[in-house]
């Protein structure tokens, strides 16, 4: 043996006492959720798509009854506050249908009422005797958080789309110790040419059941953080039992948890109208005040 090669020697019998003796190496299970040891799935970029298209492409129409949890308020701005016990009803038709009410806790009286079709919007806040108007965009955030309720909002978070003609998929796999998701990657090239991130749609590796969707302004921002849980067939059609929406921007956030669920059983387009009550105050946003003109039915109108 020549001098160069023994200290080469020793360091592999060195390695082989610490990888062979029990007592000096530790084996760990890695489980997540709390949960026992999971096995993981694999998916590729392609499939993951396909999932997303699939599971909305079987929802046509949905009437569900749901207790909400509202809150208003931001994390950033470290003040959040909760409203429990309300009941909501949800109806939704493709393409951009969307009628949510909302009761209030133990009197279940209406608290509000708001309709959308893929433009505009319409609110009904009878505690307030008001009745408000607008476009689905969202130009400047109201500081009055009411104002920002969009139905879109939710028909957004309800059902993910999948990526469109102007967005391109990139697949993440986000594995470690205490998460294991793929997330999909959508970019999108803005009137700039430049591609800005668009939407992130989150699978569990353990059931590639859909998880979370954030969607995203142009700054990278975050618009909408949706979360879904406890994924079951309605109706022979998968769908949460409960969503997540949060909406940093504009400061409010919502719990649906489903009470019954009804899919694709039909919805009429009586459903979706809603008319300005008599008596109402009539709110325009975002209309010029020659253009903010109430009904004849209206009281009064404010800007």
């Known amino acids: 043996m020549t001098s160069r090669s023994a200290p080469i020697l020793t360091l592999l019998l060195c390695l082989y006492v610490l990888v062979s003796t029990s007592c000096l190496a530790r084996r760990r299970v890695i489980s997540r959720n709390g949960g026992a040891k999971q096995t993981l799935q694999v998916a590729d970029k392609q499939a993951l798509v396909d999932r997303v298209a699939e599971t909305y492409k079987v929802v ?15 994390a950033e701005k470290a003040k959040i506050t909760e409203y429990k016990d309300v009941r909501g009803y949800v109806l939704f038709r493709k ?22 079709d893929a433009e505009a919007f319409k609110l009904y806040i ?13 130009i400047e955030p109201s500081a009055n958080r009411l104002e920002n309720l969009r139905p879109q909002h939710f028909l957004e978070a309800l059902l993910v789309r999948p990526p469109g ?9 986000l594995t470690d110790e205490e998460t294991a998701h793929y997330i999909l990657h959508l970019l ?8 800005r991130l668009s939407r992130s ?8 059941a859909l998880t979370r969707q954030l969607a995203f302004d142009e700054a990278g921002n975050i618009l909408s953080d949706a979360r879904y849980r406890e994924w079951q067939n309605w ?25 019954k669920l009804d899919i694709n059983k039909g919805l ?13 105050t009539l709110q325009v946003l975002g209309a010029t005040p020659a253009a903010a003109v109430s009904t004849a039915r209206s009281s009064r109108t404010v800007k």
């Open 201 to 208: 749609i989150w699978f569990d590796r353990g059931t590639l």
């Open 165 to 173: 003609e102007n967005e391109e998929a990139v697949l993440q796999n």
């Open 235 to 259: 109706d022979g059609v998968p769908f949460p039992r409960q969503v997540e929406i949060n909406r940093p921007r504009d400061e409010y956030a919502v719990v649906l948890r489903m009470v």
């Open 95 to 116: 393409s951009s249908d969307i009628r949510i009410i909302g009761l209030y806790p133990v009197v279940r009286n209406k608290a509000f009422d708001m309709v959308s």
């Open 126 to 138: 009878p505690g307030r005797n008001r009745f408000v108007t607008g476009r689905n965009e969202i």
């Open 188 to 195: 999108a090239r803005g009137p700039d040419g430049e591609l």
């Open 268 to 280: 009429t387009d009586e459903q979706f109208v809603l008319e300005q009550p008599a008596g109402t």
């Open 60 to 74: 046509h129409d949905i009437s569900a009854t749901v207790d909400m949890t509202p809150a208003l308020g931001s």
